[in-house]
C-alpha cells in the first residue's frame, strides 16, 4: 500500500516451460537434451510432452521441440 493509501497488485509473469526430443538438431529453445528429472528451463529440458503439461498452469507457455514422442498427451 502506497502513502497516499492507493494499493498496487503484482502479477506474476507466466512460467515458460520447454521440452526436448532427445536430440539437438534443429534446436530454436533447448540445446540439451531432455530428461524427466530436468526442471523444464531452456538450458535443461523437460523429455515429454506429458511432463510440461502436467507443470504449466493457465497463461504458461510450453515450448515443444520437434521431434517425434512416443505419448498420448490428454
Same mark, same amino acid.
Given at each position: 500500500?502506497?502513502? #497516499?493509501?492507493?494499493?498496487?497488485?503484482?502479477?506474476? +509473469?507466466?512460467?515458460?516451460?520447454?521440452?526436448?526430443?532427445?536430440? @539437438?538438431?534443429?534446436? *530454436?529453445?533447448?540445446?540439451? %537434451? /531432455?530428461? !524427466? /528429472?530436468? +526442471? $523444464?528451463? !531452456?538450458?535443461? +529440458?523437460?523429455? @515429454?510432452? $506429458?511432463?510440461? *503439461? !502436467?507443470?504449466?498452469? +493457465? /497463461? #504458461? %507457455?510450453? &515450448?515443444? #521441440?520437434? /521431434? @517425434? &514422442? !512416443?505419448?498420448? *498427451?490428454?
Amino acid at each position: 500500500i502506497l502513502n #497516499d493509501g492507493k494499493r498496487i497488485d503484482f502479477v506474476a +509473469p507466466p512460467a515458460e516451460w520447454f521440452v526436448n526430443d532427445s536430440g @539437438t538438431a534443429g534446436d *530454436v529453445f533447448t540445446s540439451a %537434451v /531432455g530428461a !524427466a /528429472g530436468n +526442471p $523444464g528451463t !531452456a538450458a535443461a +529440458p523437460f523429455a @515429454t510432452i $506429458g511432463v510440461a *503439461v !502436467a507443470a504449466a498452469a +493457465p /497463461g #504458461d %507457455v510450453v &515450448y515443444v #521441440d520437434a /521431434g @517425434t &514422442y !512416443a505419448e498420448q *498427451v490428454t
